[in-house]
């Protein structure tokens, strides 16, 4: 069982950079792989980052793929999303994500957070 709560998100303009974070309960956390999605009006929840129990393998969905970076803190229970050169068409709910061991770039995690929202003006 694990909890999930994502930060750090807000409003920004074209071109400008947050941090998300993502705290996780309990201990283990390497066990799990992380990932983030993220959710615009009308439109489906969709990848777009995933990082393996250890760090060592990082995934991007083509449209961050150069902007945003993904990482976590083992030792703090903590995923980040970096994103940088933020566009209007980022602007979506984000939600981190927890799955007991294989990484993969699609919704089936197990454990979901309850999103922070990233508002890009123009």
């Known amino acids: 069982q694990v909890q999930l709560v994502e930060s750090g998100g807000g409003l920004v303009q074209a071109g400008g950079s947050l941090r998300l974070s993502c705290a996780a309960s309990?201990?283990?956390?390497?066990?799990?792989?992380m990932g983030w999605f993220r959710q615009a009006p009308g439109k489906e929840r969709e990848f777009v980052a995933a990082?393996?129990?250890?760090?060592?393998?990082?995934y991007f969905a083509d449209s961050v793929k150069g902007r945003f970076t993904i990482s976590r803190d083992n030792a703090k229970n903590t995923l980040y999303l970096q994103m940088n050169s933020l566009k209007p068409e980022d602007t979506a709910v984000y939600y981190c994500?927890?799955?007991?061991?294989?990484?993969?770039?699609?919704?089936?995690?197990?454990?979901w957070g309850q999103g922070t929202q990233v508002t890009v003006s123009s």
């Open positions: 994500a927890a799955r007991s061991g294989v990484v993969v770039l699609s919704t089936r995690y197990n454990y």
């Open positions: 309990g201990r283990t956390f390497s066990n799990y792989a």
């Open positions: 990082i393996s129990g250890l760090g060592r393998n990082t």
